[in-house]
Every structure is written in structure tokens, then in C-alpha cells.
């Protein structure tokens, strides 16, 4: 099946710096990776997503890559905001969500 | 924005009560998955279901676990035999089940369930 590994496990950084949460997966049948922010107790919520037909995706502050043959993606947050503190998970799976991997979530805190 | 909406948001039982995780997809969904997180831990897939069968599950679905979509609108897991490691959060998840680039995977509140 599939493995997903997130790191790093926390990650903290000025208010206005750059922040970048690496993953890995195994399966090369895997087509879609979202990434998620999850605040203490809530659900996790969806900030981006990207399939494997392409390799970057940008959403303001957000961006994410994905280099299939190696078999990572990445999180890109920039001009960070102490409201972006949360715990991010990176996910893959295939085209159904069946089966759907999550990572092991990187804690990350904006000083201000 | 249509949400998925989970009750309760909190159940507290006794170790081997059985209970009843109940989860209102988003209507025009035709995808349903419950996902647990043990505090501090990743978020683990349980099981999928469509056309009122169970699609796929994970090593930890077992023989304790069951799902259910008793009407056209709730979808259930029930847990017979509770037990201390249980005790985790439970996310309900839907999706409309087109599988188009647009297609995405949200998630209920959550239910947390403490075994005592």
C-alpha cells in the first residue's frame, strides 16, 4: 500500500519568512495529493490540491509541487502569518480517494 | 457552502459498549469514508463506501467495525465492542464521485470518542 512521509514534524518561523513542508510517497499509482490545515479539535480543511498531470499549483500565499518521478510534493507557504499557525497534512491517493494516505502532519508556528 | 455534518461531537462510553457514529453527507455526494485520529497522530483511512456497499478498507476496519447507510441521507459506523484504543477522533468524509479535476474529499467535524 501506500506510504507518506512529512517532514518536518514542527517547523517554526519569523512572521513574514517562508515555510516549506516536504513529502514523500511510494505508490507511483498515486494521482492526486492535497495538503490540509487542521486547527486544534477541527476538521481538517483543504487549502490546496494538485494531480499529477501537472507539476505546480499557486494559490496566493500557497503553492504546491510535485516531482512525480521522484515521488515528492511540497508545501510552499510564503509572507507567512502567526493565522497560519496550525498543523499541515500532505495526502496522496488515487483518483477515488480510496485508500487515501495521510502524512504524519508538520506542526508549524509563525512567531510574530 | 454544504458541509458534512457529524453527530455527536462528543461520545464518551465504557469499554465494550457498543456505539453509533452518525454522519449526514453532503446531498449530492455519492461517496462516503470514515477516517480516525488518535490524538498527536496522523489521520488513518478506515473505509469507503458507494452504492451502498463498503469499496475499500484499511487493516484496521475489523470485524468490530461496520457501516451503514440506514436512509438516503445518514451514514453510520458503528463500533460493537468498544475498546481503550478506540479512543481517537472520527471523521466522516464525502465526495461527489465524478473523479474530475475538480473533485475533492471534505470532511465533517469530527467525533471524539473516549473509551473508558
Known amino acids: 500500500g501506500e506510504n507518506v512521509e512529512q517532514h518536518p514534524s514542527t517547523l517554526s518561523v519569523q512572521e513574514g519568512d517562508s515555510a516549506v513542508i516536504k513529502c514523500t510517497y511510494s505508490?507511483?499509482?498515486?494521482?492526486?495529493f492535497p495538503w490540509y490545515k487542521q486547527e486544534l479539535g477541527k476538521r481538517p480543511q483543504l487549502i490546496i490540491d494538485i494531480r499529477s498531470n501537472v507539476g505546480e499549483k499557486k494559490d496566493q500565499r500557497i503553492a504546491v509541487t510535485l516531482n512525480k518521478t521522484a515521488k515528492h510534493f511540497s508545501l510552499h507557504i510564503t509572507e507567512t502569518q502567526p493565522e497560519d499557525s496550525a498543523v499541515y497534512f500532505c495526502a496522496a491517493g488515487g483518483y477515488n480517494f480510496n485508500k487515501f494516505y495521510f502524512g504524519s502532519g508538520t506542526k508549524l508556528n509563525v512567531k510574530p | 457552502e454544504p458541509e458534512v455534518t457529524q453527530t455527536p461531537s462528543h461520545q464518551v462510553t465504557q469499554m465494550g459498549q457498543e456505539v453509533i457514529l452518525r454522519c449526514v453527507p453532503i446531498s449530492n455526494h455519492l461517496y462516503f469514508y470514515w477516517y480516525r485520529q488518535i490524538l498527536g497522530q496522523k489521520v488513518e483511512f478506515l473505509v469507503s463506501?458507494?452504492?451502498?456497499?463498503?469499496?475499500?478498507k484499511s487493516e484496521i476496519f475489523d470485524d468490530q467495525f461496520s457501516v451503514e447507510r440506514p436512509d438516503g441521507s445518514n451514514f453510520t459506523l458503528k463500533i460493537r465492542s468498544t475498546k481503550l484504543e478506540d479512543s481517537a477522533m472520527y471523521f466522516c468524509?464525502?465526495?461527489?464521485?465524478?473523479?474530475?479535476?475538480?473533485?475533492?474529499?471534505?470532511f465533517g467535524s469530527g467525533t471524539q470518542l473516549s473509551v473508558l
Open positions: 463506501f458507494y452504492n451502498n456497499e463498503i469499496s475499500e
Open positions: 505508490d507511483s499509482a498515486s494521482n492526486y
Open positions: 468524509a464525502s465526495s461527489v464521485g465524478t473523479w474530475d479535476l475538480d473533485e475533492k474529499l471534505f
